[in-house]
């Protein structure tokens, strides 16, 4: 069994910034191929990073690249999803989720096993 809990959510301004952070359990936390998702008000839950052990490069979705930077802490267990420039467009709730045998970065949700239980981000224009 694997749980993650996210923190980090907040209020913000328009262009501030925001770290989310998950921290996962699981002592093969390192093979995991992991994700941030979001979702707004009356919308589908979306890919926004997702990165894995065996690719050199993240994955981001359009509407974030050049903003968001995922990253990993091996020795913490924890991934992040750094959020710059924000917009209101960005807020929604933000989910991390862990795929435990995928070598390669993840974007479709429903090939995740585990999902946290969400922080929520509201950018204020």
């Known amino acids: 069994q694997v749980q993650l809990v996210e923190s980090g959510g907040g209020l913000v301004q328009t262009g501030g910034s925001l770290r989310l952070s998950c921290a996962a359990s699981g002592r093969t936390f390192n093979l995991y191929a992991m994700g941030w998702f979001r979702q707004a008000p009356g919308k589908e839950r979306e890919i926004v990073s997702a990165?894995?052990?065996?690719?050199?490069?993240?994955y981001y979705a359009d509407s974030v690249k050049g903003r968001f930077t995922i990253s990993r802490d091996r020795g913490k267990n924890t991934i992040y999803l750094q959020m710059n420039s924000l917009k209101p467009e960005d807020t929604a709730v933000y989910y991390c989720?862990?795929?435990?045998?995928?070598?390669?970065?993840?974007?479709?949700?429903?090939?995740?096993?585990?999902w946290g239980q969400g922080t929520q981000v509201i950018v204020s224009s």
């Open positions: 989720a862990a795929n435990i045998v995928s070598s390669r970065p993840v974007v479709d949700k429903d090939q995740y096993d585990y």
């Open positions: 990165n894995s052990w065996g690719a050199v490069n993240a």
